[in-house]
């Protein structure tokens, strides 16, 4: 109740502009706008974005267009990701448009070749899905995922990538298998530590 009040008083205190989703907000922005002029974004465009890119939906990332992105806060993480999305597709000239896009929107050169080389790792993990050698697959979907990704459980991420991927071919994969994706990215914490046996000081040694 308290952030329903809360996002009605803030539309009261913005400009009487119609908005088709109530998740909009507004910034102040460049380019074609008017100084002073307030240009709505998607607040939730990122962290869709970024779902879409660890479950390996490229064809929405490329849907992601340019005037869509220039408004936005995180413009440039946003571009890369639509990079990614047309890298996937075979899009060569669209992937480095975005590509430059992220440069000129001030994406940092670390987090470019991340992704980049990730999208790499995921082309060598369906080339060699193709070709027959699985186990070759998998630890090429582990490195797409692995490589850039920062939240969520990596190796839940894998397995839904290395799954999805595989279906997009129409090559199946036995459970088992699909289960050890991405198992040496699991905590430490969540192995059984073993037990051991202490012995008395007091006891000798017994041969």
Avoid: C
């Amino acid at each position: 109740m308290i952030s329903l009040l809360r996002r009605w008083w803030r539309n009261r205190l913005r400009p009487t502009t119609q908005l088709s989703q109530s998740t909009m907000e507004t910034t102040p922005t460049e380019s074609n706008a008017q100084p002073g002029e307030w240009v709505a974004y998607d607040e939730d465009l990122l962290e869709r974005a970024r779902t879409q890119w660890q479950f390996g939906d490229w064809e929405s990332l490329a849907n992601l267009q340019r005037d869509t992105l220039q408004h936005h806060p995180d413009r440039a993480k946003l571009a890369l990701l639509a990079a990614a999305g047309q890298q996937q597709l075979g899009h060569t000239e669209q992937a480095r448009q975005f590509t430059r896009l992220a440069i000129q929107w001030g994406a940092s050169r670390k987090l470019i070749a991340q992704v980049l080389i990730a999208g790499v790792h995921n082309t060598l993990g369906r080339a060699a899905a193709i070709n027959g050698g699985q186990q070759r697959a998998l630890n090429h979907f582990e490195e797409a995922v692995a490589t850039a990704n920062t939240q969520g459980d990596t190796r839940l991420l894998i397995q839904a990538r290395t799954r999805n991927e595989l279906e997009r071919l129409n090559i199946a994969i036995e459970p088992q298998a699909l289960s050890l994706a991405g198992q040496r990215f699991v905590s430490p914490l969540h192995y059984p530590v073993p037990q051991t046996t202490t012995q008395d000081a007091s006891q000798p040694d017994q041969k």
